[in-house]
């Protein structure tokens, strides 16, 4: 009986311990910051496939991105699915198009490759390659190495990012597997193309340390209002020092200094499909003022890249719904910060 005491009162001491500790994290994470990184250089996420999704012409959408929001920076997921649809049979023309269109316009791109890319359902694979666990993985390898052997030398290509979030056990995806990631990695590296490789992870979910330290470059999503069945919508209950602490420990542990933002939550996080929804539900979780802060919080974060998600909702609003409010904030934002240089 005295020892069962000992034990419980120790285990409850150690459970009080914890949570002061948490408390104390909530506490200074939110405490305010003030200053912004104004020299931060912004950009977006585009995704041919996610825009066709939504009902636009994906090429005017592309364009408009670059004339009217006068973007230079631009990710660019490459689908495995659309890129190799028949085994050995590749089509790259839409890749070629949009890297030639950037060129143009001295815009820089990181162009993501792998299974698992930016925007639903996250994994890409074609039909004929998921036969078998040992031809999937085969036969990525070797579409990753012709994609990047096919585009080493193109001067608008400013990162490879290899896979999408790998570790986050999101969408509709085979079983994770380190060892193919380490094997796509050490494909990319060995190509010694000049060009840093990403590796991207989410912002709240993860401690980075398992992307960051295979990465020359590591990428961190950031989402303040989310959607959650059961308890609607809600912010996360963190501020830009939460972010500032994680590049901290991401220094220490992973021995990684170059951190951006890869994508930070510029349209609605929604129950369903979000153009399905209608807009006032849309705007619950972001609307021109939210665009705004968003931004204005990952600069207080401190972060020197900001990628922002969402462009192709900007313009569907636009043209498709006659409401251009997120477009036209978004080309203030990119706006005052060209005029910053």
């Keep these: 009986m005295v020892l069962f005491k000992k034990i419980f009162k120790i285990t409850v001491k150690l459970i009080l311990a914890v949570l002061a500790v948490i408390v ?59 890129t190799e649809p028949e085994e050995g049979r590749y089509n790259y023309d839409d890749i070629d198009w949009q890297l030639e269109e950037a060129g143009k316009r001295n815009a820089e791109i990181i162009l993501v490759v792998g299974q698992k890319v930016p925007r639903w359902p996250e994994c890409a694979i074609p039909g ?67 060009k840093p490789v990403m590796v991207t992870d989410s912002g709240e979910l993860s401690l980075w340390v398992r992307a960051a330290s295979r990465a020359d470059v590591f990428g961190t999503t950031m989402y303040r209002t989310i959607y959650k069945k059961g308890l609607g919508y ?11 602490f994680k590049a901290y420990f991401n220094k220490i542990l992973a021995h990684q200094e170059n951190n951006i933002v890869i994508e930070l939550q510029g349209e609605p996080w929604i129950s369903g499909y979000t153009t399905e929804q209608p807009l006032d539900e849309q705007f619950k979780s972001m609307d021109a003022e939210k665009l705004r802060n968003n931004v204005s919080f990952a600069r207080k974060a401190g972060f020197p890249e ?36």
């Design 24 to 82: 104390a994290l909530l506490i200074y994470f939110n405490i305010p910051v003030s200053s912004e990184n104004k020299d931060a250089k912004l950009g977006v996420t585009f995704s041919k496939r996610y825009a066709e999704d939504i009902g636009l012409n994906w090429k005017e959408a592309y364009i408009a991105i670059l004339d009217d929001l006068k973007v230079k920076k631009i990710r660019i997921p490459v689908y495995w699915d659309l």
């Design 128 to 194: 004929w390659a998921g036969t078998s666990d040992q031809k999937r993985k085969t036969a990525l390898l070797k579409f990753i190495d012709t994609t990047v052997e096919r585009y080493k030398d193109n001067s608008e290509i400013k990162y490879w990012q290899i896979e999408n979030e790998p570790f986050l056990p999101f969408g509709i995806c085979p079983d994770f597997d380190v060892n193919l990631l380490d094997s796509e990695l050490a494909l990319v590296k060995s190509k010694n193309t000049g």
């Design 234 to 244: 809600f912010d996360y209950p963190i501020g830009p020092r939460f972010f500032q």
């Design 306 to 341: 900001i990628y922002l998600w969402g462009a192709e909702w900007w313009y569907w609003l636009r043209i498709n719904q006659g409401y251009p409010e997120l477009w036209n904030t978004a080309r203030d934002l990119f706006d005052s910060r060209q005029k910053m240089r």
